[in-house]
């Protein structure tokens, strides 16, 4: 008797006595397909039977059962089993990705990642039309959906928290509740539950290659996915042209998050409480910075799991690669705000507008902002 599997498991299992001609119950297919067809305490179910027995014959039941439990036994063995993969070094990337259309627009835009309403206020005082609120408290979400309404056609995608435990899926449902125009997803866990939502991958999905865009962009319907902040200039730019430079978000400007942590600082230190329930939030009332040995101060944020994430206390900027990437068709590039004033918020955001208009050069941008002239985690070869 041979056993296959849907994945490509083949076994085989002889009897261990003879056919003997059959008197009365000979072994018919539906015969056959009653008896090996009993596998309710195993993972599988008889698909599909082939009968190549000739004539009357028959063998014990007690065979044929054991024969059944054998082949189950070995094809669970072979499942268990590592995969055995052969290399094929004639492959090439572009033969694993699909052949996606290349989809463009008229210009590449601006996109603002603001993290206070009074950030948000200020915003909304540009020509920036696409807007991302990343805020502790998800419920001032429905305030800031509000808030960008009223000024009139612009949109605004709002961020969970970067992390999703199990029992937290009602933070997620405070942040649908704002109905939002679409959500910036941060983790598997918020792919699943925003499905049905429009969507964007954040950098904490790490795109580092094509082919996990591809995957995550077909397998979740994701809009695009923003490129891993792992990625040197040259190292982006190669995840540029190995598929389609639409699928990806760029940030251009950041305050880049150092660590994120569930320890909260906050409430270890500016309370006597242990947790959310008796700390009196001091993440509501206070900022902190963390100093470290050159002077610079790193600045504190928690969200709304009371996990704390320590951003670069010096923003960094990629100004000098934007004409570059957008020349690699590249059309959506981000600006991230953490602590900044609302003053420093609109200045920002028009230096880029005149950067993106080729009124200025990146030296002239990230000279005038005092800036770190970085792309990525690693500054790498430039």
């Not at 068709?329 to 953490?338: D, Y």
Request: proline share 4%; hydrophobic share 35%; charged share 25%.
């Amino acid at each position: 008797m041979i056993g296959r599997d849907r994945i490509g498991h083949v076994v085989q299992v002889e009897s261990e006595m003879p056919l003997v001609e059959a008197h009365n119950r000979p072994l018919t297919s539906d015969r056959l397909q009653e008896q090996l067809g009993r596998l309710g305490n195993t993972p599988f179910r008889l698909e599909k039977l082939t009968n190549h027995l000739n004539g009357s014959a028959m063998l014990p039941v007690s065979e044929l059962n054991r024969i059944r439990r054998e082949i189950v036994t070995q094809l669970e063995t072979l499942r268990a089993e590592p995969k055995r993969w052969q290399i094929n070094s004639d492959a090439t990337l572009s033969e694993l990705l699909p052949n996606v259309p290349h989809r463009t627009v008229s210009a590449p835009s601006l996109l603002v990642l603001v993290r206070s309403l009074s950030q948000l206020r200020a915003a909304l005082e540009t020509d920036i039309q696409t807007l991302y609120c990343e805020f502790e408290d998800p419920r001032a979400y429905k305030q800031a959906v509000q808030m960008v309404r009223e000024s009139g056609d612009k949109k605004i995608w709002v961020a969970p928290p970067r992390i999703t435990k199990s029992g937290e899926n009602w933070i997620l449902q405070q942040v649908r509740d704002s109905q939002a125009n679409g959500y910036l997803v941060r983790n598997y866990d918020q792919l699943q539950f925003f499905k049905s939502d429009r969507c964007i991958g954040d950098f904490s999905l790490n795109v580092a290659n094509a082919l996990t865009a591809d995957y995550l962009i077909q397998t979740f319907g994701l809009e695009r996915v923003t490129a891993s902040y792992d990625l040197n200039i040259a190292q982006l730019q190669d995840l540029l042209t190995s598929g389609s430079p639409d699928w990806y978000e760029v940030t251009i400007h950041q305050h880049m998050p150092m660590f994120h942590m569930e320890h909260c600082v906050f409430c270890a230190f500016m309370s006597d409480g242990t947790d959310y329930t008796n700390c009196g939030r001091p993440c509501e009332k206070h900022e902190v910075k963390l100093r470290d040995r050159v002077g610079t101060e790193h600045i504190l944020t928690a969200d709304a799991g009371c996990r704390n994430t320590v951003f670069n206390g010096k923003a960094q900027t990629g100004a000098e690669y934007l004409q570059s990437l957008a020349k690699l068709g590249v059309n959506h590039f981000r600006i991230e705000f953490v602590n900044e004033s609302a003053e420093q918020v609109k200045h920002t955001i028009e230096c880029y507008q005149k950067l993106l208009n080729g009124e200025i050069n990146g030296s002239q941008l990230w000279r005038s902002l005092n800036l770190q002239n970085q792309l990525g985690v690693t500054r790498g070869t430039f």
